[in-house]
């Protein structure tokens, strides 16, 4: 099985700044790695599809970014409806595998 | 629009069979590229991929879960199901159906019902 290993865990951030999180995958995923964010007692919603795809109606200051075996989420301008939790899920090969979540909380 | 919505049967005991029901509208799973996937998540914990089944029947399970999966689809009645037998105490989770989109080699999960949560109690 592929393992998706993802970083930070957790971390904190300001309104209006810039942060990453990253998918490192076990073997090349040859871009097939989508992002969701969960807000909590909520459904995931999806965000980006073959690592830098975003969805329709998904807010500019997300995207994607990565190849082979390292993948990233940018969310520039953190605003107050960004604080939720993000997964990564690769889908390059079954069985499909998630990422553990980062965690995001607006200071 | 496309939406889902998973129904369980919200408490069963240990050694019995699970079973889900997705029933879906705003788009149909006998369309090319359509598929329907299930996903669980314990209470505080990450998402865990169980099942897909798509327009043309393709199956694809999890092995983790040991043989213990069943999907299917009721193509006409816009469903969707998940059976898991022998269940315990570690399958207690909120499960998730959601849609498949297929395109080009990429796949995604791009609408999801809200989650029906499933405890597994004596």
């Known amino acids: 099985d592929i393992q998706m290993t993802q970083s930070p865990a957790s971390l904190s951030a300001s309104l209006g700044e810039t942060v990453s999180i990253e998918c490192l995958a076990s073997e090349d995923i040859y871009n097939n790695l989508a992002w969701y964010q969960q807000k909590p007692g909520k459904s995931p919603q999806f965000l980006i599809y073959y690592a830098s795809s975003l969805q329709d109606g998904v807010p500019s200051r997300f995207s994607g970014s990565g190849s082979g075996t390292q993948y990233s989420l940018k969310i520039n301008s953190l605003e107050s409806e960004d604080a939720a939790t993000y997964f990564c899920l690769q889908d390059s090969e079954y069985p499909w595998t998630f990422g553990g979540g980062t965690k995001l909380e607006l200071k | 629009q496309v939406t889902l919505k998973e129904s369980g049967p919200g408490i069963l005991q240990p050694s019995q069979t699970l079973s889900l029901t997705c029933t879906f509208s705003g788009f149909s799973l006998s369309t090319y590229g359509m598929g329907v996937g299930w996903i669980r998540q314990p209470s505080g914990k990450g998402l865990e991929w169980l099942a897909n089944?798509?327009?043309?029947?393709?199956?694809y399970y999890n092995p983790s879960l040991k043989n213990r999966l069943t999907i299917s689809k009721d193509t006409s009645n816009n469903q969707a199901f998940l059976k898991i037998t022998n269940v315990d105490t570690a399958d207690t989770a909120t499960y998730y159906c959601?849609?498949?989109?297929?395109?080009?080699?990429?796949?995604?999960?791009?609408?999801w019902g809200q989650g029906t949560l499933v405890t597994v109690s004596s």
């Open positions: 089944i798509w327009w043309d029947d393709d199956k």
């Open positions: 959601a849609r498949l989109n297929y395109y080009s080699g990429a796949h995604w999960f791009a609408y």
